[in-house]
T-cell receptor
């Protein structure tokens, strides 16, 4: 069954530094992958998604992610982090089962940004 | 913009009480979902609905039920609340049908439920 692993529970970076959040998936065929962000006290907001085609996907707020089939990864990146990026980030994959598609989420990575 | 609202941001209930969490969306989406979010576990699907009066169990349905009498409203019911149901509950919607793959979900702000 499809699953998602986010190896890092907490990450701290300095403002202006680059960021990479890791996501590994388990799925035999081409997965449908998402990154969501949850700011404090808010619901989840979609950052970007990958279904097929170009393996480098651009999202909102200056984020991008690269799909690497050989590494079963879909890591999220940002070249220069802003203090407002402090949030929790979730990677998700679509699970196809019984005719209904569901989103399977990773455990999340909480990002702290130092001034 | 899609708007998904949840009836309460914070809720405190006693063990054994019947609890209703309401979710309302204004974009005529067919599909609605209830998740619970716990630290270190991410989001786990409780129930979902692809149409009015239709419901399907998610990964952790035990102790919960749902109701969808109108397209825009999806209710999560805890028949007899227990302390292990203390959690953040998130509602989500999407406009695609069950077999389509666009699958971008729109989330409400969440209800933090504490059961004492």
């Amino acid at each position: 069954a499809q699953s998602v692993t986010q190896p890092d529970i907490h990450i701290t970076v300095s403002e202006g530094a680059s960021l990479e959040l890791r996501c590994n998936y388990s799925y035999g065929a081409t997965p449908y992958l998402f990154w969501y962000v949850q700011s404090p006290g808010q619901g989840l907001q979609l950052l970007l998604k990958y279904f097929s085609g170009d393996t480098l996907v651009q999202g909102i707020k200056g984020f991008e992610a690269e799909f690497k089939r050989s590494q079963s990864s879909f890591n999220l990146r940002k070249p220069s982090v802003h203090w407002s990026d402090a949030a929790e980030y979730f990677c998700a994959v679509v699970r196809f089962s019984g005719g209904y598609n569901k989103l399977i989420f990773g455990a999340g990575t909480r990002l702290a940004v130092h001034p | 913009d899609v708007k998904v609202t949840q009836s309460s941001r914070y809720l405190v209930k006693r063990t054994g009480e019947k609890v209703f969490l309401e979710c309302v969306q204004d974009m005529d989406h067919e599909n609605m979902f209830w998740y619970r979010q716990d630290p270190g576990l991410g989001l786990r699907l409780i129930y979902f609905s692809y149409d009015v009066k239709m419901k399907e169990k998610g990964d952790i349905p035990e102790g919960y039920s749902v109701s969808r009498e109108k397209k825009e409203r999806f209710s999560l019911i805890l028949e007899s609340a227990s302390t292990n149901q203390t959690s953040m509950y998130l509602c989500a919607t999407t406009s695609t049908g069950a077999l389509l793959i666009s699958y971008e979900q729109y989330f409400g702000p969440g209800t933090r439920l504490t059961v004492t």
